[in-house]
């Protein structure tokens, strides 16, 4: 079975441009969250989509969005790129129970590879 | 303010020995916390989560404790070998129907022959 996969694996950019990473999350899986970690940092919480919704948002600006698709795979777009941006971005896929009418993510969460960022 | 703190420093310990890191968070009141495992270059990987409720934990060479009274928990791998050599990453998440992860800045950990 294939984990969760994410592409490019590299990407270099310059300041103003817009990037767009993918992930496919593990198949049955249908939450999807976004990480950005810096070097030397832990992980930090970008987005949480499921049911093709956001569900949840970190602290970062408006130039940061997601989405996700009908297969659940999604998108990560950056605009207006700064050099701060350059970090691992890692996509991260859950399971989801239902209990009546009462969605719920499971704990554990699989992350992929990531995709590295360079802006210069 | 909420902080989640990890030794910085790396730990180096001889093979067989035990590892023990360390966990401590303040201003948040976590229904879960999880431990994951992060090689260089690489994305995280799940190996351990204790509720709010529960003291111990264990998985194989594996351990962990959590303490909601004093906010840390000690994460413990027995008879550790050069493979286990890592940074370990622990998380802290909630209950709400939604599963944020709140993670410390690691401790990478050494294991020498």
């Known amino acids: 079975d294939a984990g969760v996969t994410q592409s490019p694996t590299h990407l270099i950019k310059t300041r103003g441009q817009h990037v767009t990473l993918r992930c496919s999350p593990i198949s049955g899986h249908k939450s999807v969250s976004w990480y950005q970690q810096v070097l030397g940092q832990g992980p930090q919480f970008i987005f949480q989509?499921?049911?093709?919704?956001?569900?949840g948002r970190g602290n970062f600006p408006d130039r940061f969005s997601a989405r996700q698709f009908p297969n659940y795979s999604s998108e990560l777009n950056v605009n207006a790129l700064l050099l701060g941006d350059s970090a691992l971005y890692l996509c991260?896929?859950?399971?989801?129970?239902?209990?009546?009418?009462?969605?719920?993510?499971?704990?554990?969460?699989?992350f992929g590879p990531g995709t590295r960022l360079t802006v210069l | 303010s909420q902080k989640i703190e990890q030794n910085s420093e790396a730990l180096n310990i001889q093979e067989g020995k035990t590892a023990t890191l360390t966990c401590n968070y303040t201003n948040y009141s976590p229904a879960y916390l999880q431990w994951y495992r992060q090689d260089p270059g690489r994305g995280p990987v799940f190996l351990l989560l204790?509720?709010?409720?529960?003291k111990e934990k264990r998985k194989e060479r594996l351990k962990v404790t959590f303490d909601t009274t004093l906010k840390q928990s000690l994460f413990h791998i027995t008879a550790s070998q050069p493979a286990d050599s890592a940074t370990y990453l622990c998380?802290?998440?909630?209950?709400?129907?939604?599963?944020?992860?709140?993670f410390g800045a690691g401790t990478r950990l050494a294991v020498h022959p």
């Open positions: 204790i509720r709010e409720n529960e």
């Open positions: 991260a896929s859950s399971l989801i129970w239902t209990s009546g009418r009462r969605s719920v993510v499971t704990n554990e969460q699989f």
């Open positions: 998380a802290l998440s909630f209950s709400g129907g939604y599963n944020k992860l709140i």
């Open positions: 989509y499921y049911e093709k919704e956001e569900r």
